[in-house]
């Protein structure tokens, strides 16, 4: 598995240096998107927890192993979290990491499309998305990751753990606390960190 370290400039929150790029991301087919429901969102007893740093890798991890019955929480995963970069932030090889060493497969995707997201998320589970944190934004590496729960045809419904960003955290009786365009998330989606377009992680858990 060929391999490249690039030097980055880290920021605030959630930027990340760069790590590797995988040539060996498997491909899969994913339905066609007139096959794909027009709406979706995930439903699970689940609860929103908010970082006070650099943390968004392990709190949307702790979400997403909520989802599958683990307890967890954001601050406390990310103490012995894989692949932390110097500034405090996370490699994206960090999340693939700590969800293999639980028995989980994990792979890091690049080079996506809406209609991919759409399809992994209509499995049933919630999708970790790699994106800019929010418009305008000065620098490629001003990145966030999160957890995206549902999709309808004009809006992404997201699991927000940056109170700043969480603009739906007043209504209540939702499975989400940020929503955002599709037309906007495809721009937060590309160029992140200057290096991947359209990334995200495919997960689920190993049936024993």
Not at 9 to 33: F, G, N
Not at 58 to 66: I, K, N
Request: with cysteine; net charge negative; proline share 5%.
């Amino acid at each position: 598995m060929g391999r490249w370290l690039i030097p980055v400039l880290t920021v605030l929150l959630c930027s990340t240096l760069y790590a590797y790029k995988s040539e060996d991301i498997t491909d899969y087919q994913v339905q066609e998107s007139s096959a794909l429901p027009r709406e979706f969102m995930v439903e699970a007893d689940n609860y929103f927890d908010y970082q006070t740093g650099m943390e968004c890798a392990a709190f949307s991890s702790a979400y997403l192993l909520r989802y599958y019955g683990e307890e967890a929480d954001g601050k406390t995963l990310f103490e012995t979290f894989p692949s932390r970069a110097p500034d405090g932030g996370t490699m994206p090889q960090g999340i693939v990491t700590l969800f293999q060493e639980r028995g989980y497969e994990a792979e890091f995707v690049t080079n996506g499309t809406i209609e991919d997201l759409k399809a992994e998320l209509a499995k049933g589970a919630p999708v970790i998305v790699f994106i800019h944190v929010e418009e305008p934004y000065s620098s490629p590496h001003y990145t966030h990751y999160i957890p995206l729960v549902g999709f309808d045809e004009e809006y992404f419904y997201f699991a927000e753990s940056l109170t700043k960003y969480a603009n739906c955290k007043k209504e209540t009786g939702i499975s989400y606390n940020r929503k955002t365009e599709i037309s906007k998330f495809q721009r937060l989606w590309e160029n992140i960190d200057g290096y991947w377009d359209y990334p995200y992680y495919r997960i689920w858990k190993v049936e024993e």
